[in-house]
């Protein structure tokens, strides 16, 4: 069926690395943007980052603009977020998106995957 | 651009309507997306372009408005409708979308 399963996710410490995967499936996953958007615990939701269809084309969120990264390999229906000098403050549950036919709105939604950055 | 929800705890009864207040500190046009959230769960795409609901989302559920002031409107709470809504504007170019702090609309 039509799903993202995220994984990746754990106990990191801070300036430590981790990089989270996104799999995709029943749907034509080299055709759509895709992106990351976070949930610190009990907090609203907050967009990380996005990538373009063909990977050619990246966006960032200041907060994580210079440590984080987005990727995809369309051959194997996945996305990625390599996550570099990681602090407290990205803790959070990490979903992935897909972007909607509607340009910066997200229709499908993984079920996330848990970071916590701590000593 | 920063997204004001209001109120942060909305209490209604089930069969009652409930509103639902968004705004943005400064013009997002009719970008604006609503999604529901249940806990322990994903967010869920409801309504996009300030008005248009996605695809089977019940009639129940309507948005409302441009610029910087937007509503969703539940018309007759369902059991199933509790939960917490956010607001996201999708107005910058080059992208950088954010979401309003979230209203949580609970069983009165």
């Known amino acids: 069926q039509v799903q993202l399963v995220e994984s990746g996710g754990g106990v990191v410490q801070p300036g430590k690395s981790l990089r989270l995967s996104c799999a995709a499936s029943?749907?034509?996953?080299?055709?759509?943007?895709m992106h990351w958007v976070r949930q610190a615990p009990g907090k609203g939701l907050e967009w990380v980052s996005v990538?373009?269809?063909?990977?050619?084309?990246?966006y960032s969120a200041d907060s994580v603009k210079g440590r984080f990264s987005i990727s995809r390999d369309n051959s194997k229906n996945t996305l990625y977020l390599q996550m570099n000098s990681l602090r407290g403050d990205d803790t959070a549950v990490y979903y992935c998106?897909?972007?909607?036919?509607?340009?910066?709105?997200?229709?499908?939604w993984g079920q996330g995957t848990l970071v916590t950055v701590s000593s | 651009i920063v997204m004001t929800q209001s109120p942060a705890t909305l209490s209604v009864s089930p069969g009652e309507r409930a509103t639902l207040s968004c705004r943005a500190s400064?013009?997002?046009?009719?970008?604006l997306a609503w999604y529901q959230q249940k806990p322990g769960q994903a967010p869920r795409l409801l309504i996009y372009?300030?008005?248009t609901r996605a695809t089977g989302i019940p009639a129940r559920f309507s948005g409302s408005g441009s610029g910087t002031e937007f509503t969703l409107t539940i018309s007759s709470l369902q059991s199933e409708d509790f939960a917490v809504y956010y607001c996201?504007?999708?107005?910058?170019?080059?992208?950088?979308?954010?979401f309003g702090q979230g209203t949580k609309l609970d069983i009165k």
């Open positions: 400064q013009s997002v046009g009719s970008n």
């Open positions: 372009d300030s008005s």
């Open positions: 996201q504007q999708y107005n910058n170019w080059p992208p950088m979308y954010t």
């Open positions: 998106a897909r972007g909607s036919a509607r340009i910066g709105t997200f229709d499908l």
């Open positions: 029943g749907f034509t996953f080299s055709t759509f943007a």
């Open positions: 990538i373009s269809y063909d990977g050619s084309k990246t």
